[in-house]
């Protein structure tokens, strides 16, 4: 089973900074990772697919990077509303498996 | 627009069984792979299983191997999610996802639903 490591668990920040996020792979899993947003009673939502593909409807402030075992994921300008849970997950082997999250809070 | 309403969680037993329910819209059901996933509470998500879009082929996660089984109705553009032989550790908000390619599971679900709580607990 792949084992995703996201760093770090808490981030603190402004609205207008900028939000850099960290997921690891414990093998190389290309560039089959994914990242999604989830918001306190809601589900889910996908941003990026295939580490550096933008989902429909999301904005460019949202960016995704990296390959093999290390991957990104970048807020340009934080919104008010992008304060939430952020969770990676590959999909180059079954099982699936999601990182353990990275709750990027108000400072 | 893609609608996903899951149904059929609540409170249970350990040992009982439960079926989940998933009714799918807005797509063509028959034509996506879809996926369980489940989230403990206050904890990160966890997948669970997936079934192709014919439900040829079906995959699941070793903690529910030989008790939770997937399957689907495209007739009745439906994910059903059968639970037996349920343990405390079960207890989850289940969330049904369509997967972002027509035709086989890829692996990466988009479209969520808002989930439905299980809670094993005698």
């Known amino acids: 089973e792949i084992v995703l490591t996201q760093s770090p668990a808490t981030l603190s920040l402004s609205p207008g900074d900028r939000a850099t996020l960290s997921c690891r792979a414990s093998q190389s899993i290309r560039s089959y990772l994914a990242w999604y947003q989830q918001k306190p009673g809601q589900a889910p939502r996908l941003l990026i697919y295939d580490a550096s593909s933008r989902a429909t409807g999301i904005p460019a402030r949202f960016s995704g990077s990296g390959s093999g075992t290390d991957f990104t994921l970048t807020i340009s300008s934080l919104e008010p509303e992008d304060f939430a849970v952020y969770y990676c997950q590959q999909r180059s082997n079954w099982p699936l498996t999601f990182g353990g999250g990275t709750k990027v809070e108000i400072k | 627009q893609v609608q996903l309403v899951e149904s059929g969680g609540g409170v249970v037993q350990p040992g009982r069984s439960l079926r989940l329910s998933c009714a799918a819209s807005g797509f063509t059901f028959s034509s996506y792979g879809m996926h369980w996933v489940r989230q403990a509470p206050g904890k990160g998500l966890e997948w669970v299983a997936d079934i192709w879009y014919d439900g040829s082929n079906k995959y699941s996660a070793d903690p529910v191997k030989g008790r939770f089984t997937i399957s689907r109705d495209n007739s009745k553009d439906t994910l059903y999610l059968q639970m037996n032989s349920l343990r405390a550790e079960d207890t989850a908000v289940y969330y049904c996802?369509?997967?972002?390619?027509?035709?086989?599971?890829?692996?990466?679900?988009?479209?969520w639903g808002q989930g439905t709580l299980v809670t094993v607990s005698s």
């Open positions: 996802a369509r997967d972002g390619r027509s035709g086989y599971s890829s692996g990466c679900p988009d479209y």
